[in-house]
């Protein structure tokens, strides 16, 4: 059974910046893609970011381009995602997801989610 667990959520004023964490336990962590998702309640959720196992690829949402950087620590099985220059339209839940590679996590065909943890940008 694999754990997803993110943490680094909260309130931050436009302009700021913010570091979402996320931590996965139960598999081998460099064989997989990480992912990050955002959901506002009554949408769908959203793909932000990928990584690739190794780290050496990422691929963003056009919203997020410039702007996010998704990054990860292997020997502590843990990504990533810096969120700088925040907008209120930013504001959702952001969720962390596994899957076997950054094309299945653009499909949203995710094995593995977390939790999710709030980010709020006031304006």
């Known amino acids: 059974q694999v754990h997803v667990v993110e943490s680094g959520g909260g309130l931050v004023q436009a302009g700021g910046s913010l570091r979402l964490s996320c931590a996965a336990s139960g598999r081998t962590f460099s064989h997989y893609a990480m992912g990050w998702f955002r959901q506002v309640p009554g949408n769908d959720r959203k793909f932000v970011a990928a990584?690739?196992?190794?780290?050496?690829?990422?691929v963003y949402s056009d919203s997020v381009k410039g702007r996010f950087a998704a990054s990860r620590d292997n020997a502590n099985n843990t990504v990533y995602l810096q969120m700088n220059s925040l907008k209120p339209e930013d504001t959702a839940v952001y969720y962390c997801?596994?899957?076997?590679?950054?094309?299945?996590?653009?499909?949203?065909?995710?094995?593995?989610w977390g939790q999710g943890t709030q980010v709020s940008v006031s304006s």
């Open positions: 990584v690739s196992g190794s780290g050496d690829t990422t």
């Open positions: 997801a596994l899957a076997d590679s950054v094309s299945l996590l653009r499909a949203y065909l995710v094995a593995y």
